[in-house]
Nanobody
Framework: QVQLVESGGGLVRTGDSLRLSCQAS????????MGWFRQAPGKEREFVAG????????DYADSVKGRFTISRDNAKNTAYLQMNSLKPEDTAAYYC?????????????????WGQGTQVTVSS
């Protein structure tokens, strides 16, 4: 069965960096676009970053552009989110998800499988 397992979250200070990983299994990873989303308490889940199946195209929310980098290693069936210059407003549970398409989409409804999430907390 399809599984997405995130790791790499934690408690950090403002300005620190973290790298999240999303280990995929149970499907042909290399033919799907992947995305990262986050959800803070009391807020809706929001798009953070997306990458197409070949890594030739990426997309970022304005709030993380220039600080976060999404990447993937199709040989390892893993997607990554490198987060630099973290801010308290980045505090949230972060989820990776499989797109229904090979391209990048921002709408959560276009993703059909989700990981369980990993918590990122940034202290001021």
């Amino acid at each position: 069965q399809v599984q997405l397992v995130e790791s790499g979250g934690g408690l950090v200070r403002t300005g620190d960096s973290l790298r999240l990983s999303c280990q995929a299994s149970g499907f042909t990873f290399k033919i799907y676009g992947m995305g990262w989303f986050r959800q803070a308490p009391g807020k809706e889940r929001e798009f953070v970053a997306g990458i197409d199946w070949t890594s030739s195209s990426t997309d970022y929310a304005d709030s993380v552009k220039g600080r976060f980098t999404i990447s993937r290693d199709n040989a390892k069936n893993t997607a990554y989110l490198q987060m630099n210059s973290l801010k308290p407003e980045d505090t949230a549970a972060y989820y990776c998800a499989r797109s229904r398409r090979e391209t990048i989409v921002r709408t959560p409804g276009h993703y059909d499988y989700w990981g369980q999430g990993t918590q990122v907390t940034v202290s001021s």
